[in-house]
T-cell receptor
């Protein structure tokens, strides 16, 4: 069965600094990988996804993530943090051979941005 | 995503009562997922349904919880005889064939 771990439940960065949120997964088949963001009292929205093809994936709001099969990782980065990036970030994995499949979420990382 | 409608947004129940949470996915999405989120925790998978069929309910508690997605109408998550531990935010998401999930804004259940 697939699973997701996110190292660091809370991450603080200064405004303008690099954002790095870590995600490792386990999957018995080539995975679909996702990053979602959740703002307070809202649902989750997709930041970016990896299905097949290019391993460096660009998403919304300047975020990107790189799929590294050898490391079973899908870390999320952004070169320069903005105050509006403060939110909860969830990494997720699906073993969707049919594109519809159970999606498993990691425990989340809360990002704080310090002015 | 504003396209996925969940109601009620907030629900208060006393112990022993029933809670019914509804979810209408976006048009064209025939698959629905339910997740539970406890304070300071991530999302826990509960159940995955398509119209008139439960595909995976491995995350559902064995008792008191049930879910359906009828041919017509919204998907419903039903919790019978609620207990305080059921207090949480319950999120519904619709599935697209890209694997992406489109989430509603959640239903927050408080059990007194």
């Amino acid at each position: 069965a697939q699973s997701v771990t996110q190292l660091g439940s809370h991450v603080s960065v200064s405004e303008g600094a690099l954002v790095l949120l870590r995600c490792n997964y386990s999957s018995s088949v080539p995975p679909y990988l996702f990053w979602y963001v959740q703002y307070p009292n809202q649902g989750l929205q997709l930041l970016l996804k990896y299905t097949t093809g290019a391993t460096l994936v660009k998403g919304i709001n300047g975020f990107e993530a790189e799929f590294k099969k050898s490391e079973t990782s899908f870390h999320l980065t952004k070169p320069s943090a903005h105050m509006s990036d403060a939110a909860e970030y969830f990494c997720a994995v699906s073993e969707g051979e049919t594109s519809y499949d159970k999606v498993i979420f990691g425990p989340g990382t809360s990002l704080s941005v310090i002015p | 995503n504003a396209g996925v409608m969940q109601n009620p947004r907030h629900l208060v129940r006393r112990r022993g009562q029933e809670a019914r949470l509804r979810c209408s996915p976006m048009k064209g999405h025939s698959h629905v997922y339910w997740y539970r989120q406890l304070p300071e925790e991530g999302l826990k998978f509960m159940v995955y349904l398509q119209k008139e069929n439960i595909i995976d309910e491995s995350g559902m508690p064995k008792e008191r919880f049930s879910a359906e997605f009828p041919k017509e109408g919204p998907s419903i998550l039903r919790i019978q005889q609620v207990v305080r531990g059921d207090s949480a935010a319950y999120f519904c998401a619709g599935g697209a064939n890209t694997g992406e999930l489109f989430f509603g804004e959640g239903s927050r259940l408080t059990v007194l």
